[in-house]
């Protein structure tokens, strides 16, 4: 039998080598060029949020707006970004918060971006 996968009442399970990802002391990726959607969902557990269309439409953006600024956006520069590069949506701080499941929109927002903290987030 491999390590790659295990055979068991004609049911094979294979395994897949886990990735390891490096956060920081505040959860963000230490390198943000690592970023999947795979790794958004992982951190979007933390949150219990399951990672839809929109959602990932929405970490997009915010990974445009980090390569555009070349800094991760706060709240309202957030949303602006989001409302402009993204209006069928809808995007309000609201929205985002029910979307997100918390109040701390930007810094997670970020954070599941695979971004790092914004400067202005505690």
């Known amino acids: 039998m491999s390590n790659?996968?295990?055979?068991?009442?004609?049911?094979t399970t294979n395994f897949i080598p886990a990735v390891t990802i490096e956060l920081d002391r505040d959860g963000h990726l230490c390198d943000y060029t690592v970023w999947t959607p795979d790794i958004a969902q992982q951190l979007a557990?933390?949150?219990d949020v399951n990672l839809d269309t929109e959602h990932l439409q929405i970490l997009q953006q915010v990974r445009a707006f980090f390569t555009k600024f070349n800094?991760?956006?706060a709240t309202r520069p957030?949303?602006?970004?989001l409302q402009k590069t993204l209006p069928e949506h809808d995007i309000s701080n609201q929205k985002l918060q029910q979307l997100f499941n918390t109040g701390?929109?930007?810094r997670h927002v970020n954070r599941l971006a695979g971004l790092p903290k914004p400067?202005?987030?505690l």
């Not at 957030?78 to 970004?81: E, G, H, R, T």
């Open 78 to 81: 957030l949303i602006k970004w």
């Open 104 to 106: 701390l929109v930007a």
């Open 45 to 47: 557990n933390t949150l």
């Open 4 to 11: 790659d996968n295990v055979s068991k009442n004609n049911v």
């Open 119 to 121: 400067p202005n987030c």
């Open 71 to 73: 800094h991760a956006p």
